[in-house]
């Protein structure tokens, strides 16, 4: 991927994604809901967390403390973060 200007926040596309069902069961369902929030990958003292709006700095702060660690943060379609979501955790009809 190019990027123009490396500290714009990057949008990722979460289609084809296998999620880590271990990685993702790490945020309460609740909170992951709330700010369309989906774990992705661990490593290097990171979590790469995708969100709807990676500005949020309410959800950036209840999502690090939930997951106990620091966060690299992409924005993502919250549609598609939501459908990721379901597979942990579906919601009751």
């Known amino acids: 991927m190019k990027v123009s200007?490396?500290?714009?926040?990057?949008?990722?596309?979460?289609?084809g994604l296998a999620i880590i069902p271990r990685l993702v069961r790490r945020l309460p369902p609740a909170l992951a809901f709330r700010f369309h929030a989906l774990p992705l990958a661990e490593g290097n003292g990171y979590i790469t967390v995708a969100t709807a709006d990676p500005d949020d700095?309410?959800?950036?702060?209840?999502v690090a403390a939930?997951?106990?660690?620091?966060?690299?943060v992409m924005q993502a379609?919250?549609?598609?973060?939501?459908?990721?979501?379901?597979e942990v955790w579906p919601k009751e009809n």
Do not use: E, K, S
């Not at 200007?5 to 289609?15: C, F, G, I, R």
């Not at 379609?77 to 379901?86: A, E, G, N, S, Y």
């Open 57 to 62: 700095a309410v959800a950036r702060t209840a």
């Open 77 to 86: 379609d919250p549609t598609v973060i939501d459908r990721l979501l379901c």
């Open 66 to 72: 939930a997951l106990g660690t620091r966060l690299y």
């Open 5 to 15: 200007n490396p500290n714009a926040t990057q949008h990722l596309t979460l289609d």
